[in-house]
């Protein structure tokens, strides 16, 4: 369900895309620190963008380095440190340890429950480290699955629960701009959720799995009713944000904001289409 908050690469100046790369490699550098070489594989755009988000937010110590890595054998790329990159490498393994025990729960995938396994260690120092998130993420998979099982066409069931989690993750702790972050993390998890449902719906309607969208799928105004609720959760994401006080990376943030998250919607359109010309 995560790595849709990326960038649009074609819309960002070059100094823009250096610095987005450099904190994706400074988030990447921090899971292996932190947690070892194997989780570094699980690393999504999403956690990129929380560490820059707080990072221009906050005032923090930053060191920068160059260094050679398994992607870049042959030369030396720039990453940045800070609190906040160690924070989103955290949670990056966080989210993804208990994404691979769900699919395990779900789906009974053995690669899930091997991969899993071998990021039970670390996961276990960050639930220690961040008792908060960890409630959190725990209520908020125990209150979907109750959801789901009911199989409610509700929209803002299954997209509130995800938003509410967001609304905590983006809160790593008391700060004045808490309100403006939490109603961002909850926009952007509701628009996370909806957007996921959205580009399985075709997949789900087959397959029987629980979607939300299921019930107005098929019918004539499907396309821009699913686009216009889309839409609606990305402006008052975008409306939360404009209320927090950044300068710093500002151009990188708005582009994900307003553009990038619709990279993957705007390919499956245009494969959709594809399909019914052919």
């Not at 999403?46 to 380095?65: K, R």
């Not at 994404?99 to 789906?107: A, F, I, K, Q, V």
């Not at 629960?161 to 609304?167: D, I, P, S």
Request: aromatic letters at 12%; charged letters at 30%.
């Amino acid at each position: 369900m995560l790595g849709y908050i990326t960038v649009n690469t074609d819309e960002l100046k070059g100094k823009d895309q250096r610095k987005y790369k450099e904190f994706y490699c400074g988030v990447c550098r921090d899971i292996k620190k932190r947690s070892g070489q194997f989780p570094r594989a699980f690393l999504t755009y999403d956690m990129t963008f929380l560490a820059i988000l707080l990072s221009s937010l906050n005032e923090t110590e930053e060191e920068q380095e160059e260094k050679r890595c398994s992607l870049h054998p042959f030369r030396k790329t720039a990453g940045i440190h800070n609190k906040w990159t160690a924070y989103a490498a955290d949670m990056n393994v966080l989210l993804t340890y208990y994404n691979l025990l769900d699919d395990w729960s779900d789906e009974k995938k053995l690669n899930s429950r091997a991969a899993a396994g071998m990021m039970s260690r670390s996961s276990r120092k960050i639930m220690a480290e961040y008792p908060k998130q960890t409630k959190a993420l725990e209520s908020y998979l125990e209150e979907l699955h109750k959801v789901e099982a009911k199989g409610s066409d509700d929209l803002d069931l299954a997209s509130g629960l995800t938003g509410r989690f967001f609304g905590e993750l983006f809160c790593e702790q008391e700060q004045a701009w808490k309100e403006e972050l939490q109603a961002l993390g909850f926009y952007l998890g509701k628009w996370i959720y909806l957007m996921d449902a959205r580009l399985d719906v075709e997949k789900d309607s087959k397959s029987g799995n629980y979607n939300p969208f299921l019930s107005m799928y098929g019918k004539p105004d499907f396309e821009d009713r699913s686009y216009g609720i889309l839409m609606m959760m990305a402006a008052e994401a975008a409306k939360a944000f404009e209320r927090l006080p950044i300068v710093e990376n500002v151009d990188i943030l708005r582009n994900i904001l307003y553009s990038g998250i619709w990279n993957t919607y705007r390919k499956n359109c245009n494969s959709e289409e594809k399909k019914s010309e052919e």
